[in-house]
């Protein structure tokens, strides 16, 4: 079994409630709050900008053959940018002076120590997870909201042909580095598997109650 | 002003907060519940592993000799002594060091510290020292007034006190708020608030690590 698929069955539990999560299931059904999807749009904006120099902190330790592929991640993460601020425009939320959630936070900060002190293989791990997440998760969204919903925009970008090519070529890549990985780092790798999709669940989790700071709230 | 009289105005309210936590305030009375304590150990044992770490950035950071060898120093104490000395205390709790190395981390306790290297890792080295200060000087702060009230009747809880009220670690945090002060020397505007923002935001992590050892923590969901 390849690493992926072996550690997409382990970490199955959490990978199925994050797929029922009720934000998911609400904005698939077309009954999610207003405000509540504007929680997510504003949270998600900030993690987007952090995901740039995520991206950026990988290159320099990235094999010359995936240079180009990250490389190119950079524009895709700008163009996402464009879609929240299209999109809140259209629905009237602010993105402007918005702070952190805890937990959109503490992920930000986990996926930049991720690249800076851990190995390429093992923040390539970070990334792959995050982004399969954002794909299976749509896709569950994809398979009921009505076309005309004002939030669509978004299930297309991630649940679109060039999203899906990119998250399957990410797999195969990290398939390829983990088979030349040893214990030790592959054990690192599968913990930061497990971690990446703890903090996606939390995601939802934070857009769908609205979570703020502890002891500021 | 200094620029850490203006840091402590910046953050009083949440150092305020931490000195009337209930876990603080359960050290300095004694009363504080021996598993709530047993899982502060193991959480702050995890974390003094990475905060040492922010001590190996600084040091590849340093402008200067001195700054070089002062962090190299403080390095070498946290790994080689402060840990030992935290294997030692944490066996009056009955917790072996396997425990301690096994414990996972709880998600305040990963958040912080991954914070704590993510600064290091992409800041300068004024940005580095503000987001540790609230560590180092918060703990001399905290028990400093914790001192000055009636000894707890638990020896461990009192010499918990000692050692963070004790000259060594007074010093070492005066040692940093005067770097500190002299990174932010004639930095713009600008500059001082990001440093303001990040020694409010690990204020807020500190006053949150107590609460994680108060309440026991999970992930989310």
Redesign the interface.
């Known amino acids: 079994m390849s690493f992926c698929a072996e550690q997409l069955t382990r970490v199955r539990p959490i990978w199925e ?1 994050m797929l029922d999560h009720r934000f998911l299931q609400e904005t698939r059904d077309g009954t999610i709050a207003h405000e509540t999807f504007a929680n997510w749009m504003r949270q998600d904006y900030l993690f987007v900008e952090a995901a740039i ?1 995520f991206i950026a ?1 990988l290159l320099p330790k990235a094999p010359k053959a995936h240079r180009v592929a990250l490389g190119m991640a950079i524009p895709t993460l700008e163009k996402e940018l464009e879609l929240f601020r299209d999109r809140a425009e259209a629905a009237g939320v602010d993105l402007v002076n918005v702070q952190p959630s ?2 959109n ?2 992920y930000v ?2 996926l ?2 991720s690249a ?2 851990a190995s390429y293989a093992e923040a390539y791990t970070v990334l792959y997870v995050a982004e399969k997440a954002y794909y299976d998760s749509w896709m569950v969204v994809k398979a009921g909201i009505d076309p005309g919903s004002i939030w669509f925009p978004f299930v297309e970008n991630w649940t679109s042909d060039a999203f899906a090519g990119w998250v399957a070529y990410l797999e195969e890549q990290l398939d390829a580095l983990a088979g030349e990985t040893g214990p030790g780092e592959r054990e690192r790798m599968a913990e930061l598997f497990e ?1 990446t999709a ?1 903090y996606e ?2 995601f939802w ?2 857009a769908a109650t609205g ?1 703020g ?4 709230d | 002003m200094a620029f850490t009289e203006e840091l402590y105005a910046a953050a009083k309210p949440i150092w305020d ?1 931490q000195l009337e936590h209930r876990f603080v305030a359960g050290i300095g009375d004694g009363k504080l519940d021996e598993n709530r304590f047993k899982g502060y150990v193991l959480q702050d044992y995890r974390y003094l592993k990475e905060f040492a ?1 922010i001590f190996a950035w600084a040091v590849a950071k340093s402008e200067d000799l001195a700054s070089m060898s002062w962090y190299a120093a403080v390095l070498n104490l946290t790994l080689n002594t402060e840990m030992e000395l935290h294997r030692k205390y944490a066996a009056r709790f009955g917790l072996t060091p396997g425990e301690l190395e096994a414990a996972p981390m709880w ?1 305040t306790t ?2 912080y ?3 704590l ?2 600064t290091a ?2 800041g300068d080295m004024a940005d580095l020292v503000a987001a540790l200060l609230p560590c180092a000087w918060g703990y001399v702060y905290i028990a400093q007034e914790l001192v000055k009230r009636e000894p707890p009747g638990d020896q461990r809880y009192a010499d918990w006190i000692e050692q963070y009220a004790s000259p060594e670690f007074a010093e070492a945090a005066d040692w940093l708020k005067a770097e500190m002060n002299r990174l932010a020397e004639g930095t713009t505007p600008e500059k001082r608030r990001r440093l303001t923002e990040l020694f409010v935001l690990s204020s ?1 992590y500190e ?2 690590f107590w ?1 994680m050892c108060w309440k026991g923590e999970q ?3």
Do not use: C, I, N
Request: no cysteine; hydrophobic share 45%.
């Open positions: 409630q120099p902190a805890f937990s936070h503490a900060q986990f930049l120590a800076y002190t971690l703890k669940l939390a989790e934070m979570e700071w502890p002891g500021l | 907060a770490r998600p990963r958040a510290t991954d914070f290297v993510r890792a992409d807020r006053w949150q609460e992930w989310p969901v």
